[in-house]
């Protein structure tokens, strides 16, 4: 089954990778390596929530935007190669627009983590991962992440 195939399996979509918001591209590819710049949790443009994760946004929404994020990275990834020629995620790292005293970074990260094993399994999608409460995000985002992926 294609990765488009078990996304639609799963009710989701590949999302056409969003604009850059700045001096950068979407994603590079070297080598069987592809990096994605940061992804926030835009869909059709405009973010999915916005604010911070322990007040605006609460930690369930949060991760819900990280899988937002995850599809966006796998959207930036199609830049410059087929999601169907991914042989396993290397790489997340996760940011988290919390309140003062937020800890639980790794678990809104989780929403991007989870969708990534679901799609290529434990062997190929258990991943590296940094997860970090930062002040602020572009756009008052609530969550970015960034991927690496190997290809076949």
Do not use: W
């Not at 488009?4 to 700045?22: D, I, T, Y």
């Not at 069987?32 to 007040?55: C, R, S």
């Not at 991914?86 to 919390?98: A, F, L, S, T």
């Amino acid at each position: 089954m294609s990765i488009r195939e078990k996304l639609q399996s799963m009710g989701l979509e590949l999302p056409v990778a969003p604009l850059p918001v700045a001096a950068y591209v979407p994603a590079v590819r070297t080598g069987n390596l592809v990096f994605t710049a940061g992804q926030l949790p835009l869909i059709d443009g405009k973010l999915g929530a916005e604010g911070k994760v322990g007040g605006a946004v609460s930690p369930e929404q949060a991760k819900e935007m990280a899988q937002v994020c995850a599809l966006n990275c796998l959207g930036a990834v199609e830049t410059v190669a087929s999601v169907d020629d991914i042989k396993r995620i290397v790489r997340v790292v996760g940011y988290v627009n919390g309140v003062p005293g937020f800890i639980a970074a790794p678990g809104v990260v989780n929403g991007a983590s989870e969708l990534f094993i679901a799609l290529f399994g434990d062997a190929n999608g258990k991943h590296a991962r940094s997860a970090f409460g930062v002040a602020e995000l572009p756009l008052n985002a609530p969550v970015e992440i960034e991927l690496t992926v190997e290809l076949k």
